[in-house]
Structure formats: C-alpha cells, structure tokens
C-alpha cells in the first residue's frame, strides 16, 4: 500500500513513531509540529492523508481543519488526549474523516489508516460509471463528485460514501448502525458520528434542514433518501 501520510503533532516522540509503524506499511511520511508548518509544507507537497492533533501551538487543530476543508478534500483522522463527546462532534462536524484518542495503539492507528486508503482505491478504481440524480443534485459515482446544476458542491470522504450509500439504497431505511458497519467500515464505534455526518449532509443540500426533503428520518429505523426523487443513468 503506497500513499503520502502528513502527521501534524507536537509530541515529535509519539509523531516518530507512528511514522515508523506507517513507513513499514511502505507508506511515505512526513511529520510537521504545528499548522502553520502543515500549510507551509502543504503548499509543494501532494498529501493523500493528514493525522491530526488538536492541542498544537499557535493555531489549534480545529481551527487548520477549518480552514484546510474550505479548499480541499484530503481525509483527515484526528488523533487527541481530548475525549470528551463536544471535541470529538466538533472534529467530525468541521470536516474530519475518523477521530481516535490518546492513548492508542499505534497498530489501531495504523489499521485506521490502512481502511482509509483502501477506502479511497476501491471509490478510485471502481469500475462502475453511474449518475445518481435526486431533485436539482446529480450525484457522480465516477469522479465522486456532487453538484447542483453546474456548482459543485464540496463533500468530505466521508460525507460522500454516507449520501452514496443512502443513494444507492434509496427508500430503504438505514439503521445507523448499518451505516457505520458499511460507511466507517466496523460493527462497533460511537453512532453519534452517524448523526453528526448526516446533520452535515443536510446543511449542505437542503433548503430547510430542520425539515430535509431529502435525507430524512424513519422513525425508529434510521435514515433514507427518497426514491421518489432518485433516478439512475448508466453512461451510453
């Protein structure tokens, strides 16, 4: 498995060794201690992952995801000591793909990454060509790109295999506990990361979002998108 990992931590330690764990994975690593040296280094070097500290000096982690999704789409897993629920909806709120926290073992952090990567390659090489429309949207699964008429609307990896796979499976209540089994890829993991990426979903792409016309509640089952709305299109 081959990939370029920018780890963002203070803590040049604990940054050496998780560099060590995902060089032997033949990952190529590069470590920054703060934001600011993230942006500056980002700048001339092609990124495919960022692990992510939140407690940096100068600018927090929070506030360079912010400002590092305004533009790009690069997946993002924070790594923090802070564990309390707010940071981690706050860090998936703003953009970031997983959240693991400290202590942890650098294999678990290493598995992480690797269902990543392996996420991003099979949404890369996927063979099949489909347009999935719903309403004004027109859902990409080629180039994996959402837009509304001719505006491209910015989706975090995350965010798009959520609305994909409620596309692909639409009318069908999804239970969130099926979504995170087949969206983060596990049986077990905090639901509320289901909610979190939903709620993000709709301020993106409905008018109303306290009363979605599109991504709305089964009461008691889950979550779906309307097939009433939905239509597929194979290229010709």
């Given at each position: ?9 203070d803590?040049t330690?604990l ?7 995902l060089?032997?994975e033949?990952?190529e690593v590069?470590?920054v ?16 992952l960022?692990i992510l500290d939140i407690n ?7 506030e360079?995801l912010?400002?590092?999704k305004?533009?790009r789409d690069t997946?993002v897993l924070?790594?923090?000591?802070r564990?309390?629920e707010?940071d ?7 953009g970031?793909?997983?959240y693991?926290?400290?202590p942890?073992?650098p294999?678990v952090?290493t ?9 991003m390659?099979?949404?890369a ?11 004004p ?5 080629d ?9 491209s609307?910015?989706l975090s ?7 994909s ?6 009318e ?8 995170y089994?087949?969206?983060?890829e596990?049986?077990?993991g905090?639901l ?9 979903l709709?301020?993106?792409i409905?008018?109303d979002?306290a009363n979605?016309a599109?991504?709305v509640?089964a009461?008691g089952m889950?979550y779906?998108l309307?097939r009433?709305?939905?239509q ?5």
């Amino acid at each position: 498995m081959k990939g370029n990992v920018l780890i963002v931590e203070d803590i040049t330690d604990l940054a050496d060794v998780v560099s060590r764990y995902l060089v032997k994975e033949g990952f190529e690593v590069r470590a920054v201690t703060s934001a600011e040296d993230a942006f500056s280094l980002l700048e001339k070097w092609l990124c495919n992952l960022i692990i992510l500290d939140i407690n940096l000096p100068g600018m927090d982690g929070f506030e360079f995801l912010t400002r590092y999704k305004k533009t790009r789409d690069t997946p993002v897993l924070i790594m923090s000591a802070r564990t309390s629920e707010e940071d981690q909806i706050t860090g998936l709120g703003i953009g970031a793909d997983e959240y693991i926290t400290k202590p942890f073992s650098p294999r678990v952090l290493t598995a992480r990454v690797r269902s990543l990567f392996r996420r991003m390659e099979g949404l890369a090489n996927s063979e099949t060509k489909r347009i999935i429309v719903f309403g004004p949207y027109m859902i990409d699964m080629d180039t994996r790109k959402l837009k509304k008429g001719d505006t491209s609307i910015e989706l975090s990896a995350k965010e798009y295999a959520l609305l994909s796979f409620l596309a692909e499976n639409a009318e069908k209540p999804m239970s969130p506990e099926m979504i995170y089994e087949k969206v983060w890829e596990g049986l077990y993991g905090d639901l509320t990361t289901v909610a979190v990426h939903i709620q993000r979903l709709r301020k993106k792409i409905e008018d109303d979002p306290a009363n979605p016309a599109w991504i709305v509640t089964a009461r008691g089952m889950g979550y779906k998108l309307n097939r009433s709305t939905v239509q597929e299109a194979l290229p010709q």
